[in-house]
């Protein structure tokens, strides 16, 4: 139903001058741009972007006219600058990590393969354990923390995506169509349900869980819980797999069908109207005029929102990375010469930081994957 009040407002506003529509057509273009650009409303957008970045004066807006003025060079270096900064302040914070982990590493060693030192062998195995549980403090605080700041990453980009369909589908619905605009919309509300439900509440307590069993279980030596890690580590990647075939195959499906039913309903429109004596050849030259118009501010919505997504997701992205290879890195150096316990240790941490990595990416794919197909199947 929306398509045809659309079409008879381009006809009411347009139909008087169809002529100089018909001679101008970029300035009609022009106009019909600005006048569909009247009907979002991106303050709320704004605003959520001031709170996800707030030493970067960004507006929701500003990325869009860039990227539809073709001007989205401008934009793609922001995105590679924040990247580049992010890197460089990540590291500059993950480095004293790096350093504390090979200083007790080595203290451990110390005390391990120099017992003869010690008249009783007690002393050196109450020192080793001593510095274990300020590795295993320092690991599980630092897992802590990092968690903590991916599920509030989380929470903002679910949160932005909220913001992002109304919008959105708004111009979805004038681009192609209502069936497609409210399937669509209906999907992405499904899959932040699913991020908010699944990932957030049930995957990223259990990898806390994970972190924990694996610094634990090697305090003693013995390999007690090594299979129910490996568990819980095929579990997460086998529902991460899960969802994602999901999310790809109801938006394939629905792409297919919902787009198809509003072509059929454009097609019974643009007959009628053409069939207007006298107007109908040039309301329908308009209205295709308007139709790209909208299709292009459809597909600059997607394209900024996907962007803003990405720089989301950028930061903990690469703060995992960092710190997933930093104990790794650690790991690979102190085993010639310490404790198998404790490079035990720092891999298992390791393969904590490479789950978080693992949902982190997923969750992103979700998004990006359903806003491309939107795209796509909606053009």
Not at 339 to 349: E, L
């Amino acid at each position: 139903m929306l398509f045809p009040v659309f079409l008879a407002i381009l006809i009411f506003l347009f139909g008087s001058k169809v002529i100089y529509a018909a001679e101008n057509t970029e300035k009609e273009a022009d106009r019909v741009q600005e006048a569909l650009f009247e009907e979002f409303d991106f303050s709320k957008l704004d605003q959520e972007m001031k709170t996800l970045f707030p030493d970067e004066k960004l507006s929701f807006r500003e990325i869009l006219m860039q990227l539809i003025s073709e001007n989205g060079g401008s934009t793609a270096g922001t995105v590679v600058q924040f990247i580049k900064e992010t890197v460089f302040y990540q590291f500059g914070t993950n480095k004293k990590i790096l350093v504390y982990m090979i200083l007790i590493a080595v203290a451990a060693a110390l005390f391990n393969n120099f017992t003869s030192v010690f008249q009783n062998r007690q002393v050196s195995e109450v020192s080793f354990y001593i510095l274990y549980m300020l590795l295993m403090t320092l690991s599980l605080v630092t897992f802590q923390h990092t968690l903590q700041d991916t599920e509030q990453l989380l929470s903002y980009l679910t949160e932005f995506m909220k913001l992002l369909c109304p919008s959105y589908f708004l111009a979805v619905a004038f681009a192609a169509g209502s069936s497609s605009a409210l399937v669509f919309y209906n999907i992405v509300l499904w899959i932040i349900y699913l991020v908010e439900l699944v990932i957030l509440e049930l995957l990223m307590p259990i990898v806390h869980v994970f972190v924990m069993i694996q610094v634990l279980s090697n305090l003693t030596g013995e390999d007690l819980l090594s299979e129910f890690a490996d568990l819980i580590r095929k579990g997460i990647a086998w529902c991460l797999k899960t969802l994602l075939a999901g999310v790809v195959g109801i938006n394939v499906l629905q792409g297919l069908l919902a787009p198809a039913i509003d072509t059929v309903k454009r097609s019974a429109v643009n007959r009628t109207v053409e069939a207007i004596p006298w107007i109908g050849d040039v309301t329908g030259g308009v209205a295709e005029v308007a139709l790209g118009s909208a299709v292009l501010i459809k597909n600059g919505i997607g394209a900024a929102g996907m962007g803003i997504a990405v720089m989301v997701c950028a930061v903990p992205v690469i703060r995992l990375v960092l710190l997933a290879f930093i104990y790794k890195f650690v790991a690979a150096m102190v085993q010639p010469v310490s404790d198998k316990r404790i490079t035990a240790c720092i891999g298992g941490v390791s393969e904590g930081y490479g789950l978080l990595l693992q949902i982190l990416l997923y969750t992103a794919l979700f998004f990006l994957i359903t806003l491309a197909v939107i795209a796509g199947a909606t053009s």
